[in-house]
């Protein structure tokens, strides 16, 4: 055993990437950066949250989007309908979206992982079609237009009017920290770790007293709550929502950051999030054939990093001259 | 009656065309124990090879048809030698990233080329009406389902009667035992892809005159063969084949009678059921391997 990295340098670290994304709209002055840098940390919550069922119970649902839909579409119908504020629409989107969930999770959860997986495809494929036929409720393809910017009021001491990017990009930043405590919270304490012991043998978990089906349950929930609640804020900030936004495209790029990012480890997620939303926008130097660029980069990635970037990182760090045994505790991979 | 005579052979068009596809998918999964996220997309290269030999060389249609299978045939093995090959013995989660990289790189590329206007290939064979105990079909569709229906043939006699058939079965059962006896499971792997795709270039020459084709319609048809290929049992050809006519047949009967808006999420409810009924699909946990 090496010795353990040092306490200061984890403070350190924490303190200077906590400074950096306070100070980040302060440094960025393009509006479109800071739109992409918005969109960069929405898809990093929602992959966050899909790593809940995905990387530590290995239950690869293709439904992530369908939840986001869930509460976007529903902040969208409640707000332009009924002018409910932001914090009720954030609250409620994820609690019908975790509900869907968890009914839904009675059935699904019968089936072995690849009929799962189409299972649930099939699941985002109805509400896509529900967002684009049930026009007296979604407006279909004419989409909900005109939703309202957020205001967070809780009495006389707090009424935070959303009004600029920046706005915008502090209350991300402030969603993107609270998901990224409820995943760690749950993922390393003992709970993470029947998760995980799920992941990498069922029958030996089951024979240890872990109900399986419970914990599954569990963290397709939780992530479907998340999931939800970024659809809210996301509809609050684009204003308006479209059944093209529900789509299978979600899918693969969550797949992709997850996979390329570092599955079932919450660096490599996060990793996975920043890259890969930025990339294809890098991109936009060649604009004609930039997906067919990010596409082979994929390849190459892929082939040259199975594990993902995390996994080439914890290499690298490996070698620093002040590096510990932070990085190795996930290092079992899924089979 | 007639509306339901009229959609079961829909039905019975459609299924095939995702049997064509389901087939290859099952038995690239068979073999190479990989599941293509890009197959649907080969469907569409297939559509446009089609739209090429057809409507700009001006071929004539048997021969156009040819000649997409046999360009087919060859994208197939050259989609195995580039992107399979080099990833066949890694998770497979590396499997799915790299063929849907593949899928990404295809539907974006020929959108560059052909652009997002769908194009349609209308064959005279499509005019032609034909009267049967009553009820019409265009001769289009009598072409799909004979020749499909010989091609499924065929390909069931290549596997239970010649030596390369044989050894395609066996690598689906044992992987390492073939490899301990002589069987070249590259050259497999590699003949398994052509097959497959060379099949799927068949279908798309096929249906392809009856249908709009644009550069996305790939990822849909992708899910689709997924999930026949469930709904048979996971790697079971005759399975997948099953499957795809059930999805095909659902589909066209809820069109005809609950009209178009919800067919595909029909179909998925259907699949969701067998699989409630049997987890295992409707063929699956009889037999091991193709």
Redo the contacts between chains.
């Keep these: 055993m090496r010795k353990p990295r040092p306490l200061y340098v984890y403070a350190a670290l924490s303190a200077a990437l906590f400074l950096g994304l306070i100070g980040l709209p302060l440094v960025i002055e393009s509006r479109y950066l800071l739109h992409i840098v918005i969109m960069t940390g929405m898809y990093t919550a929602l992959a966050l949250s899909y790593d809940l069922a995905v990387g530590h119970v290995g239950l690869v649902s293709l439904a992530h989007p369908s939840f986001f839909g869930v509460g976007a579409y529903l902040a969208a119908i409640l707000s332009t309908r009924f002018g409910t504020p932001f914090l009720v629409n954030f609250v409620l989107g994820g609690i019908v979206a975790a509900g869907v969930a968890f009914l839904l999770s009675f059935?699904f959860l019968?089936?072995?992982a690849?009929?799962f997986a189409?299972?649930t495809?099939?699941l985002a494929?109805?509400v896509k079609?529900v967002a684009?036929?049930e026009v007296w409720l979604t407006r279909g393809w004419d989409c909900i237009i005109g939703v309202p910017r957020p205001r967070l009021a809780l009495g006389p001491l707090l009424d935070w009017q959303v009004s600029s990017l920046t706005d915008y990009y502090y209350l991300m930043l402030g969603i993107l920290l609270v998901v990224v405590a409820l995943c760690s919270r749950l993922t390393t304490s003992r709970l993470g770790r029947t998760l995980i012991s799920i992941r990498e043998d069922e029958t030996l978990a089951k024979a240890s007293g872990v109900d399986p089906r419970k914990y599954k349950t569990l963290a397709f929930t939780v992530g479907a709550l998340v999931a939800g609640s970024v659809g809210a804020f996301y509809v609050q900030y684009a204003s308006l929502i479209c059944p093209s936004e529900v789509s299978?495209?979600m899918t693969?790029a969550l797949?992709?950051i997850l996979?390329?990012g570092g599955?079932g480890r919450m660096r490599g997620v996060i990793l996975g999030g920043v890259i890969f939303t930025f990339v294809p926008e890098l991109l936009r130097i060649a604009p004609?054939?930039r997906?067919?660029i990010?596409?082979?980069l994929?390849?190459v990635g892929?082939?040259f990093a199975?594990d993902g970037l995390d996994g080439i990182l914890t290499k690298w760090l490996r070698r620093l001259p002040f590096a510990g045994t932070g990085a190795t505790s996930h290092e079992n991979?899924?089979? | 009656m007639d509306i339901f005579i009229e959609q079961l052979l829909n039905g019975l068009t459609l299924g095939a065309m995702y049997a064509s596809i389901a087939a290859g998918q099952a038995l690239i999964f068979g073999v190479a124990r990989l599941i293509n996220f890009a197959h649907g997309d080969m469907f569409m290269v297939g559509a446009y090879v089609f739209f090429l030999a057809f409507s700009v060389a001006g071929l004539p249609y048997p021969v156009a048809v040819i000649v997409t299978v046999v360009v087919m045939f060859f994208f197939g093995a050259f989609f195995d030698r580039v992107i399979v090959r080099p990833i066949i013995d890694k998770r497979w989660h590396v499997h799915m990233i790299a063929t849907l990289a593949a899928s990404i790189v295809l539907y974006n590329s020929f959108t560059i080329i052909f652009g997002t206007t769908p194009k349609e290939v209308p064959t005279t064979y499509r005019k032609v009406i034909l009267e049967f105990a009553g009820f019409q079909m265009c001769l289009q569709r009598v072409i799909v389902l004979a020749v499909t229906l010989l091609s499924f043939c065929a390909l069931y006699l290549f596997l239970q009667k010649t030596k390369t058939g044989k050894a395609m079965k066996a690598m689906s059962q044992n992987r390492a035992a073939c490899a301990v006896v002589g069987i070249d499971i590259r050259r497999m792997s590699t003949l398994t892809f052509a097959i497959s795709v060379g099949l799927m270039g068949l279908s798309s020459g096929l249906v392809a005159p009856l249908m709009n084709i644009h550069p996305t319609m790939g990822l849909q048809l992708t899910f689709k063969a997924f999930a026949a290929v469930i709904m048979g049992g996971l790697g079971q050809v005759n399975g997948a084949i099953a499957g795809a006519l059930i999805l095909g047949l659902t589909e066209a009967l809820a069109a005809g009678y609950l009209g178009a808006d919800y067919k595909d999420a029909i179909g998925f409810a259907m699949m969701v059921l067998v699989l409630l009924w049997r987890p295992q699909g409707l063929f699956g946990g009889r037999k091991v391997g193709i």
Excluded: H
């Design positions: 059935p019968r089936l072995e690849g009929s189409i299972g495809l099939g494929l109805i079609l684009i036929n299978e495209y693969t797949l992709i996979f390329l599955v004609t054939w997906m067919v990010y596409g082979l994929l390849l892929i082939v199975p991979q899924q089979g």
